[in-house]
């Protein structure tokens, strides 16, 4: 039976073994309302606090402008539609980009449904973003600018930085959408000046059903959730004391693990598959920057899920869509212009902390002794 090899870190993560054993005694203790001011209360607030105070380390922000979400999507939407519902104009104005993930995307559909304005913003052949691009597209009611840090699909980091200047020049709240980079590059809102970051917990080791939301101390941010006063009255609900922990220890342990390891074997990856297969490979996103952990390679004249299919054991992903038996490019495929041949044969290895050079060499052998794939080396 062949091994199992996971290289789907990009879509979510192994709970680390550090998490799982900061979590271990609030699955039979600690059991308390962490808002209750008894006994049983009081530790939990304590262990909420601690935990949050863990996550603003890892972003350097104040432990008071980090938010508790249930995960990346609610961290999304909060901050575009909470900051929908502090605007007082008649045509509000959101600019975002042609590669943000669904969960940036739909809330701004959703947004025009009432009545708001968008912008989408093209990128280059490598998925990037045009700073400029994202200047000309301001207006008096633009109310948010959002820009995700870094590519789910093919691993490009936008330059952040360089459009929160821009923002801060208009006086615009910035969001950017670090799902996929918190925990693999270091991330630091005030270096990036963002006023709203999202991050998703098992996007980083930790738990899914948790995620965290910075918010700018002076930012204007409707709830997301009404009711009672929890998260500093931002999102009202019983927090998870449990998860929050969970989520804390990831971010607390997130710099040891930023070292050049994965970034060693995600080139290793793609130096052998260039060897095996020539030419017919090809790189999707930006050579030098784009996540360490990220390898998005099209195998030319073939489609990405018949590779998948042959790689029986290996858990990667596509970046196509199947719909009704007909595969199509991913809208980020699209917006880069790739072409229909080159997009549908995309697969997206994306590594993590438990990968091993002998699970790259494995894949790679895998590929090379397949009939199905040899038959077309060298034919370009």
Known sequence: MKNKIYLDYNASTPIAPEVTEAMRPYLAGHYGNPSSLHFAGVPAKAALERARGQVSALIGCAPGEIVFTSGGSESNN????????????????????????????????????????????????????????????????????????????????????????????????????????VGKIPVDVNSLGVDLLTIAGHKLYAPKGLGALYVREGTKLESFVHGAGHESGRRAGTESVLLAVGLGKACEIAPDFMNEEVRLL?????????????????????????????LNVSFSGK?????????????????????????ALSPVQKAMGVSEETGLGAV?????????????????????????????????
């Open 348 to 380: 997206r290895f994306s590594l993590g902390r438990m990968t091993t050079r002998d699970e790259i060499l494995e894949v790679v052998e895998r590929l090379k002794l397949d009939d199905f794939l040899r038959s077309h080396r060298g034919a370009h």
């Open 266 to 294: 995600r080139d290793l990856l793609f130096e052998k598959l260039k060897e095996a297969f020539g030419d017919d490979i090809v790189l999707n996103g930006h050579p030098e920057m784009r996540l360490p952990n990220t």
């Open 78 to 181: 909060h901050a575009i539609k909470g900051t929908f519902f502090t605007f007082k104009g008649s045509k509000p104005h959101v600019v975002t980009t042609a590669v943000e993930h669904p969960a940036v995307i739909e809330p701004i559909r959703f947004l025009q449904r009432l009545g708001a304005e968008a912008s989408i913003v093209p990128v280059d052949k490598y998925g990037v973003v045009d700073p400029d691009d994202i200047r000309k597209e301001i207006r008096r009611e633009t109310i948010l600018v959002s820009v995700m840090h870094a590519n789910n699909e093919v691993g490009t980091i936008e330059p952040v930085e360089e459009i929160s200047r821009i923002t801060r020049e208009y006086g615009i709240p910035f969001h950017t959408d670090a799902a996929q980079s």
């Open 303 to 327: 489609m990405g899920s018949a590779v998948l299919d042959r790689l029986d054991g290996v858990a990667a992903s596509t970046g196509s869509a199947c719909h009704a038996g007909e595969t």
